[in-house]
């Protein structure tokens, strides 16, 4: 996945979590912020950005944050992100062999999720989640509790029950990490789900990116602890 029209940055502040304010060129500006989540560790003043320009030269806010530099780590915190690399990543893998259809967004019962996969006669439903998170090389999610994602896997258990293979795939938005954990200090409930979505057959599986400045690529499995 590559991004157009990259600037760098420096960040200011975030005055709520959907914009922040930026400077760009001496210039302070107000950019969208791609991403709900807390980021508290990433978004510091000072810290170095990029930003995406935007087409739309009417937009309120001129720019989208789309990577932040940790140290000497990069992180994209785009939350659209993960579902499009997953979508390059999932059909070059062998994760899926023979794949027949993909579809995103793919709504079963009451439940709506991220990809509906058929291959080698079999069906899979499939949530995705990005991580950001990030602590002495170990990755967690979430970094914010969310009620939304237990439901999720909870729904996926049943799907399982009922004839699906499901899959939880974290998309780890950075390189380099030791492992990925779920995040229990933040959100008990979520690791709880995630440990009996395992014991019920749900596969939980990680990949680690590439990213630049202007780009983010699926690079490689990163052991899950539960």
């Known amino acids: 996945m590559v991004y157009q029209n990259i600037a760098e940055a420096k960040f200011i502040s975030r005055p ?43 937009r309120k806010t001129k720019y989208d944050l789309i990577t932040v530099c940790k140290g000497d780590r990069l992180v994209n915190i785009d939350s659209q992100a993960p579902n499009k690399v997953f979508m390059e990543w999932v059909q070059k893998s062998s994760l899926f062999k023979n794949i027949a259809r993909i579809q995103p967004e793919y709504n079963y019962k009451d439940s709506r999720f991220d990809f509906y996969i058929e291959a080698d006669n079999k069906k899979a439903l499939i949530e995705v989640k990005g991580v950001t998170l990030e602590e002495n090389g170990v990755v967690m999610f979430p970094d914010a509790p969310t009620e939304r994602g237990v439901r999720h896997i909870n729904h996926l258990c049943k799907c399982v029950r009922e004839g699906y ?50 780009s983010i690529v699926a690079r490689d499995f990163v052991e899950v602890r539960l």
């Open 16 to 58: 709520n979590r959907f914009i922040a304010y930026i400077d760009i060129n001496g210039n302070k500006e107000i950019c969208h912020v791609k991403n709900t989540g807390r980021c508290k560790e990433l978004l510091v003043p000072d810290a170095k950005i990029f930003v995406q320009k935007a087409d739309n030269e009417a």
């Open 165 to 214: 293979d499901a899959y939880v795939v974290f998309v780890i938005q950075m390189s380099n990490v030791k492992y990925f954990t779920p995040n229990v200090k933040t959100h008990k409930a979520f690791g709880d789900a995630l440990k009996t979505a395992a014991k019920s057959k749900v596969n939980i599986i990680a990949f680690d990116c590439d990213i630049t400045e202007n």
